[in-house]
């Protein structure tokens, strides 16, 4: 099967940066999150990558218990490669964010690959007045967020999940973060081919101007030649420009909530499944094509969606 010209879309459907108060259309509770995800893959995306809220007041929940009620309907409903956090909020120990993923031993996680700053605040005078819960206000104004990701804690995560077969997505928000990977890759901790999510316009990591992005590529390619596979995650207004950026330069894609709750200059989104839509049909218009779970299971190398924990 030649896999030539197949893009895979990723969706992240909820995340852990916008709060409910911010969309109606943010998948909050479990029956949302499942909801939003099985409309994103039956729109196109071969992986759905997921993250938990609570129940009470939507706040992101990295407990084992908080994905029981999500994996297993997804799972029985598509055949889309399930993605489990291990990024949880940036706010969180690295204890407590790994526990779904070696919990529930999944194809793939994801994993970020540096310690950095991680700054939401300016998001707090745009919403501040249509904010419901206090936890979102003392967490968007936050400006002291160090979202840690030592050497200590990436090698703990790579050998914890590594052994119960678990790839990874990994995340990385500057040029530094792809020289990290690099020292793991060249230690033999992590193989290829490597699924490199570069992120792009959250501040604390690297712009979003179509330089930062041929930047990155082009450094990824240096280090890594043939042994990765490269997507795109550009946050906010700058989505859909990357991930064409992505797609026409022969890259992978991820769309979602999680990144952008819009779907134009002032137009929320109305679900996962819209912006799934909207990536596809600038694929498509390339002359491309949509891989599916299968084609990406494939090209990731995964161990199948048989041999997880759920």
């Known amino acids: 099967m030649s896999l030539q010209g197949k893009v895979v879309i990723t969706c992240a459907v909820t995340g852990a940066i916008h709060t409910p108060s911010m969309s109606p259309h943010l ?7 499942t909801e939003a995800a099985i409309g994103a893959a039956e729109a196109g ?3 759905i990558h997921l993250h938990a809220r609570s129940e009470i007041d939507g706040r992101p929940d990295q407990s084992v218990e908080a994905f029981r009620p999500i994996l297993g309907v997804i799972k029985q409903a598509t055949d889309a490669v399930l993605n489990i956090t291990t990024g949880g909020a940036p706010t969180m120990s690295i204890a407590e964010r790994i526990q779904p993923a070696q919990h529930y031993r999944p194809e793939l ?8 700053n991680f700054g939401l605040f300016p998001m707090l ?14 967490y968007l104004g936050n400006k002291d967020i160090i979202f840690r990701n030592t050497f200590g804690d990436v090698e703990h995560v790579m050998r914890t999940l590594g052994e119960g077969g678990t790839r990874f997505e990994f995340e990385c928000y500057d040029t530094s973060h792809l020289y990290n990977l690099k020292h793991f890759f060249d230690r033999g901790l992590v193989k290829g081919p490597l699924f490199i999510q570069t992120v792009f316009g959250l501040m604390g990591g690297i712009g979003a101007h179509p330089d930062d992005v041929l930047h990155m590529k ?19 207004r700058n989505q859909l420009a ?5 797609a026409a330069m022969g890259g992978h894609v991820r769309v979602g909530l999680e990144d952008n709750l819009w779907a134009g200059k002032g137009r929320l989104a109305e679900s996962n499944a819209q912006q799934v839509r909207a990536a596809r ?15 990406a299971r494939e090209m990731l190398a995964l161990k199948g969606g048989d041999q997880v924990n759920f």
Request: aromatic letters at 8%; glycine letters at 10%.
């Open 27 to 33: 998948p909050v509770l479990a029956a949302e999150i």
């Open 45 to 47: 995306a071969a992986v």
């Open 242 to 246: 990357i991930a064409a950026m992505s």
């Open 281 to 295: 049909q600038i694929i498509e218009g390339l002359g491309l094509e949509v891989a599916t779970p299968g084609e």
């Open 218 to 236: 082009r450094t990824a390619d240096r280090l890594f030649g043939d042994s990765y596979r490269w997507s795109v995650l550009g946050a906010g």
């Open 125 to 138: 005078a745009r919403y501040d007045s249509a904010l419901r819960h206090q936890w979102e206000r003392d």
């Open 109 to 116: 996680a994801s994993l970020n690959m540096g310690t950095m």
